[in-house]
């Protein structure tokens, strides 16, 4: 066991627990850890949950993750489960140093987890109902067939994260059209008469169109209105939509929860006083972890330097920052820190505390694609107001387009109508085909979306996906066959 026993994983947990209560205010409940091979880390990291349900997927993400661990290209240190009480793997063969520091770091996950209110959406009770998922599904494969079993899975899956993100916000039902009596309107009977029956009509068609307001939430949609499911197929969508809500919380959450992980890791491992040796090894680890990542944003240091700079506004601020925030030169480092992690998202984390330093430190820019060559890119500002629109906009959809459901009687024929709500960017043409004729599988009848084409242009198109997977794609409105 590299030279320590259970007994000295314990105390190291203790130690750490205590340093983070007193010395961080990270109050933490408890986390079970489990010590295991390297293959079981990996698989529990491809299916997402211990326990899930057998999914072709799953394995070839084992394969291709595991394959990557065992050509020394890749190392998981760290993998926690935000479940009732927390679930963190620590692996076989890692150094104590390296299980000091996991420790560590999960501690701050265990905080975030307990304590920030956009997490409060999660299910930490999940576990029972994974297994008896994966249950279920076993006995789908078996009566059904392994190969229909998985294409309904995968169906599911491609559009599963389309739901409400925001599930702390309740949209406002859209009201019907009404005529306001107006002072004058004896004086024009014909025209206030027309104007009554347009918005008896409008009332009418509103009152018949179903969904009567758009639907964001794709699958859920399709497991309660489909026709002609059987109620297999609607019990293995209500999993596949219920492990999904599972994780989209934390998708908002991903920037801060390991910011504050860093955090913790930092300061606990400082305080700990650890040899010469063993200090080396953990700053060699640390380095590695909060580096930056050429091309794309590492949560772990952009997470980290934003709660920095949190710190140091508390503790420091110029004049611009004490008169922006009340707080500034005020209050203490980590009790402004927990104040974040308790009522932050990603996106309100971003809009708020994304200065020109923490892009500087992360080395974050934004790109924009030559309109010469979409293929090809080149930065466009490296101005802090500009990458943080970038990064809010990902963060916020997390690059998922937003599409709603809002006829589901097409020309009277029970197709589904979708609409892409862009920004000026339009699906890409692969993944548009590809997602409908998975919806349309899914809802037995061909499916169109209306979105635009290309980049920065309000130009419509349109693409149909059929049940038997086939697509096509319209620079009109198709027309009834």
């Known amino acids: 066991m590299s030279g320590y026993t259970l007994d000295d994983l314990r105390t190291i947990d203790e130690q750490c627990r205590e340093i983070a ?24 990291a491809a299916n997402g949950l211990p326990a899930r349900y057998s999914s072709a ?30 679930h963190a793997y620590l692996m076989e ?35 029972s ?42 949209k406002a039902r859209a009201s019907e059209p009404e005529h306001r ?6 004086l024009f009977p014909a025209e206030v008469t027309a104007e009554r029956q347009r918005v008896e009509t409008e009332r009418a068609a509103l009152r018949q169109r179903f969904p009567r307001e758009p639907q964001e939430d794709l699958l859920g949609f399709i497991e309660a209105h489909a026709r002609g499911l059987e109620d297999w197929q609607r019990d293995v969508m209500s999993i596949v939509r219920s492990e999904q809500s599972y994780f989209l919380p934390q998708m908002r959450t991903k920037i801060i929860n390991e910011g504050a992980a860093v955090l913790a890791h930092q300061e606990i491992c ?5 040899p010469a040796d063993r200090y080396w090894e953990y700053e060699r680890l640390n380095a590695g972890v909060i580096q930056p990542h050429p091309g794309q944003v590492n949560p772990y240091n952009l997470g980290i330097n934003i709660l920095r700079e949190i710190m140091r506004i508390a503790r420091d601020p110029d004049e611009e920052e004490r008169e922006r925030w009340s707080w500034a030169g005020q209050a203490d480092p980590f009790e402004q820190v927990r104040s974040v992690l308790s009522t932050y998202d990603d996106e309100a984390l971003l809009r708020e505390f994304l200065t020109p330093k923490v892009c500087e430190l992360s080395r974050l820019y934004a790109f924009e ?17 500009a990458i943080r629109d970038v990064l809010i906009r990902q963060h916020t959809t997390f690059g998922i387009p937003h599409i709603e459901i809002i006829d589901a009687d097409f020309r009277g024929r029970g ?30 009848k061909p499916c169109t979306i209306r979105t635009v084409n290309g980049r920065d242009t309000d130009a419509p198109v349109w693409f149909t996906g059929q049940p038997d997977g086939g697509s096509e794609r319209y620079d009109s409105e198709p027309e009834a066959s």
């Open 21 to 44: 209560a007193n010395e961080l205010g990270f109050d933490v409940p408890d986390v079970v850890y489990h010590l295991v091979r390297p293959e079981e880390i990996y698989f529990a």
């Open 57 to 86: 997927r799953w394995g070839a993400q084992f394969d291709e993750a595991y394959g990557r661990y065992q050509r020394g290209q890749d190392r998981i240190y760290e993998l926690i489960f935000n479940t009732r009480p927390a």
């Open 93 to 127: 063969g890692n150094s104590l140093v390296a299980q000091t520091l996991v420790i560590a770091h999960c501690l701050g996950h265990g905080y975030v987890f307990e304590n920030n209110a956009w997490l409060g959406a999660v299910d930490r009770e999940i576990m």
């Open 129 to 170: 109902r994974v297994v008896s998922a994966a249950d279920r599904i076993a006995d789908y494969m078996g009566a059904h067939g392994r190969d229909r079993v998985e294409d309904l899975l995968e169906a599911c899956r491609a559009i599963a994260v389309h739901q409400s993100q925001a599930q702390l916000i309740s």
């Open 181 to 186: 009596p107006r002072p004058y309107d004896v």
């Open 270 to 274: 400082q305080r700990l006083f650890l």
């Open 369 to 385: 694609h030559i309109q010469q060559d979409p293929r090809k890119i080149r930065v466009s500002s490296r101005e802090a107001d």
């Open 415 to 444: 197709d589904l109508l979708l609409e892409h709500q862009h920004e000026g960017i339009g699906l890409d043409d692969e993944y548009a085909r590809g997602t409908l004729t998975q919806i349309a599988l899914l809802w037995g």
